[in-house]
């Protein structure tokens, strides 16, 4: 008997396209591994005359975010807003909450403000929360964090978390051009936004550490406190042994303190953080019985954030993991002299 989970949308831009298409490409596969099919019931967007670049046709678009929270037949609420604001974010989170809706949300701006209360609804409301493309686009850093076990105590995380600036620092040290000149061509190039001002200030990166850190640590950072420092003054470093990247570093002592900084670092060529280029992200957790280990991957883009969404989707539905291999029709062996031609740069 196939159960229907009912999907509610809450914007619809770069991220939210993409999670449209994850969503009807894969009915098909929700249904047969799951028994469950995933159908969008309400989408809302800004602007509800916008032409957009996936089938719409028969599902409700509406500028009321009402509308899809009230909607009964909605399950789960999945927001990829931008440029909403984190309190107007955050009163629709909450509204879709008392709702009783399962969240899945991308705004880190609104979860690092808010965390504490939207974690205290989702609980007293006893919906699932799940948050994985606010932290490092499609690297599943959050759920990692949230299935550790909490005798692996978490001593230091630290990494590279804001895309844009890494792009723009990948830029200034290719082209051997100042930082200025590398925003502009990230911009032109539409990897950065017109207003990359968070990013370069490092308060992006501060909103992602205050995120890690709670769940990771259970520390509440205050944002106040962490006075991130910025990367626009950098002129460009003409060292080939080191490299400036924006970095976040945070550690909790044996009496509970918390120590932490986002800001530039010169990191020499044996810092494995050194080759993490372009919109390239990486995370280190550093941890009691595990010792270090480290999640790298692309930390923006539409398909990539979306990719994290579509798996929180599945994870609220998830009861067990399943196995199988599939049909492999040919196997080739690939020679020694062209195995290093299979890594493009940064992989
Ligand atoms: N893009 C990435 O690579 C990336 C990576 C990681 C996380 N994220 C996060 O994912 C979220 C979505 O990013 P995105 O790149 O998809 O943004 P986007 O392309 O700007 O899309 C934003 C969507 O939100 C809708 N929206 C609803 N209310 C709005 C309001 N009051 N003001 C402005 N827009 C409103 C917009 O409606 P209209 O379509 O009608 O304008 C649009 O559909 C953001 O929280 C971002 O931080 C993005």
């Not at 831009?13 to 449209?20: I, K, P």
């Not at 047969?32 to 916008?50: G, P, Q, S, T």
């Not at 909450?97 to 880190?108: A, E, Q, V």
């Not at 067990?320 to 020694?336: A, G, M, N, S």
């Amino acid at each position: 008997m196939i159960k229907k989970i009912g999907v509610g949308l809450l914007g619809l831009g770069t991220v939210g396209e993409e999670v449209f298409k994850l969503i009807k490409g894969n009915h098909l596969f929700s249904n047969e591994k799951l028994e469950i099919e995933f159908e969008i019931y309400a989408i809302y967007v800004k602007d509800i005359n916008k032409k957009r670049n996936v089938d719409v046709s028969g599902i409700h678009i509406t500028s009321n975010y009402e509308e899809v929270v009230n909607n009964p037949d909605i399950h789960v609420c999945i927001e990829c807003m931008g440029g909403a604001g984190a309190d107007k974010t955050v009163e629709i989170i909450d509204a879709a909450i008392r709702k009783g809706k399962h969240i899945i949300m991308s705004s880190k701006k609104c979860l690092a403000y808010n965390m504490n209360h939207i974690i205290d609804m989702a609980n007293y409301y006893n919906v699932q929360l799940r948050f994985e493309a606010t932290v490092g686009g499609a690297i599943p850093i959050c759920r990692t964090l949230m299935s550790m076990s909490s005798e692996n105590k978490i001593n230091r995380m630290y990494g590279v978390i804001n895309a844009t600036t890494n792009y723009v620092l990948s830029l200034m040290e290719k082209y051997n051009i100042d930082f200025d000149e590398a925003l502009n061509i990230a911009k032109e190039k539409g990897i950065t936004e017109n207003d990359s001002s968070e990013d370069i200030d490092g308060w992006d990166a501060a909103y992602k550490m205050k995120i890690l850190a709670g769940i990771g640590m259970k520390a509440d950072i205050n944002l106040d406190e962490i006075s991130p420092v910025s990367v626009s003054s950098l002129v460009n470093l003409k060292n080939d042994n080191i490299r400036i990247k924006q970095i976040f570093y945070v550690e909790k002592s044996s009496d509970n303190k918390i120590m932490f900084y986002v800001g530039p670092a010169e990191l020499e060529k044996n810092n494995v953080m050194y080759n993490v280029r372009e919109n390239y992200n990486i995370v280190f957790v550093d941890s009691s019985y595990s010792g270090i280990r480290a999640y790298y991957g692309k930390g923006a883009g539409g398909k990539e954030t979306a990719s994290a969404m579509y798996e929180d989707l599945l994870d609220i539905y998830k009861q067990c993991y399943w196995f199988e291999l599939t049909d492999v029709t040919t196997c080739e062996k690939i020679d020694i002299n062209e195995i290093s031609n299979r890594f493009e740069d940064g992989e």
